[in-house]
């Protein structure tokens, strides 16, 4: 096994010597945001329903000191160079000029612009010039999203300093919007909200067409449990077409059943779909339907029977990804199904599919025996070593100091 403990690098202190290397101005104050991992409900998100992330304990963090130049810098422990944008030219930057930017430093930059956007008056009065200096120990590209922990850390960073007053929501959308128009990744909320929102032992009900969320108690610690991160290490890209062809096929298929989205339709309308649609748009129809459906059942069974009650709901979660959707890859089912066999109480890919991440529920004391089962699975069928290690359910976005 690879060990990518949280503890392996401390990006606080990284944070601030990358600061200093920035500018010999003190910090005015470090903030941090959280990766995420979906606990169930996937490719739910565009379709207006539900999903049940939580946030994890890697973090990004945002070390900022103020500069009197009115310029933001941004450096990042895994970039060359910072990259220096004029407060006055912020505004013309998005989204038209992004390409003139790298591309890492639009993330950062794009939250800077939105969240002017967001709250104008605030920030005419008070945005002022920032050095920000970024490190995280979130695995990127892994399905944990990094992204969001990178919007979500500068995003409370700039509320704080430039006193703009917007709520953790407001922020979240603002990390949206820089990752949409500013960085060109077509995403929903959930990431951004599972960070900025996130709380110890508990996921995040979001209700992605109302943009409702509830805060969800997971009581893994009490009982003993614990979820086990199982990186395939085979890259996804939402770039690649099958992000966008589901998308696509989710659309045709409310469109032909004369609906606005999926959400408006419950497991009482599958057999009509199936009757008047094509069986590929039928299964990925029917994924998003149970999909919805399951999120809430997991929600009323961690609540009524609590977590070790919610096994088969992931599990079926998965073969519906694998069977209906068709986004699972082999690494991923072979990590689910020798989790399950080393005695995890559920697992099933998380994320946008195509590669990236599964998870397990597991016993605390199983640890060790899942970690290597999976492991062994992996050198049997000849796949590239995986990543595996414990997350607890952690706090969303905040001020570290
Ligand atoms: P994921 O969110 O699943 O990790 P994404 O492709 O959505 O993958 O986001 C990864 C991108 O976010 C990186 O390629 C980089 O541009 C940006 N990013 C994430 N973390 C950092 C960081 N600490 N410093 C600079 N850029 C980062
Ligand atoms: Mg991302």
């Known amino acids: 096994m690879t060990a990518a403990s949280p503890d392996a690098l401390d990006p606080r202190k990284a944070a601030l010597d990358a600061l ?13 945001s959280p990766g995420r991992v979906n606990l169930i409900g996937e490719h739910t998100d565009y379709n207006d329903g539900f999903v049940l992330p939580l946030a994890i304990p890697h973090r990004t963090v945002a ?35 992004r390409e003139s930017i790298t591309e890492w430093a639009r993330y950062p930059l794009g939250v800077a612009w939105a969240l002017q956007a967001a709250a104008p008056d605030a920030a005419a009065a008070h945005a002022a010039g920032l050095d920000i200096a970024i ?35 407001a922020l979240a959308r603002a990390g949206r919007r820089a990752e949409n128009e500013a960085v060109g990744a077509p995403t929903g909320i959930m990431d951004q909200m ?11 009900l979001l209700d992605c067409r109302s943009l409702e969320v509830e805060t969800v108690d997971l009581g893994f610690d009490a009982a003993g449990l614990t979820l086990l991160v ?54 990925r129809v029917r994924h998003v339907v149970t999909e919805n459906q399951r999120v809430l059942d997991t929600v009323r069974m961690l609540r009524s029977n609590g977590p070790r009650s919610i096994g088969d709901l992931l599990l079926a979660s998965h073969a519906s990804m694998r069977d209906d959707f068709e986004i699972s890859v082999p690494e991923l089912d072979a990590a689910v199904d020798a989790a399950v066999e080393a005695g995890a109480i559920g697992a099933r890919m998380t994320g946008g599919g195509f ?6 529920l597991v016993d605390r004391d199983r640890i060790a025996e899942v970690t290597d089962a999976v492991t062994r699975t992996f050198v049997e069928r000849g796949f590239a070593a995986p990543t595996i290690f414990p997350v607890t359910a952690a706090d969303g976005a905040r001020r570290e100091s």
């Open 20 to 32: 200093t290397r920035l500018t010999d101005a003190p910090a005015a104050g470090v903030w941090s």
């Open 63 to 97: 070390a900022v000191a103020p500069n009197s130049e009115n310029v933001l810098r941004v450096t990042s422990t895994f970039a060359d160079a910072p990259v220096s944008v004029a407060l006055a030219d912020l505004e013309g930057l998005f989204p038209q000029a």
């Open 135 to 169: 490190a995280s120990n979130v695995p990127v590209g892994a399905g944990l999203s990094s992204s969001a922990a990178i919007e979500g850390a500068v995003a409370v960073a700039l509320n704080d300093l430039w006193q703009l007053g917007l709520d953790r929501p």
């Open 194 to 204: 599972a960070s900025i929102l996130g709380a110890a032992d508990a996921a995040i």
């Open 230 to 283: 199982m990186d395939t290490r085979v890259q996804h890209s939402h770039a690649s077409g099958g992000y966008g062809e589901r998308r696509a096929s989710c659309e045709a298929g409310a469109a032909a059943l004369g609906v606005t989205s999926l959400r408006d339709l419950d497991i009482n309308d599958l057999d009509r779909a199936e009757r008047e649609l094509d069986d590929v748009t039928f299964r």
């Open 355 to 360: 590669g990236g991440a599964a998870i397990a």
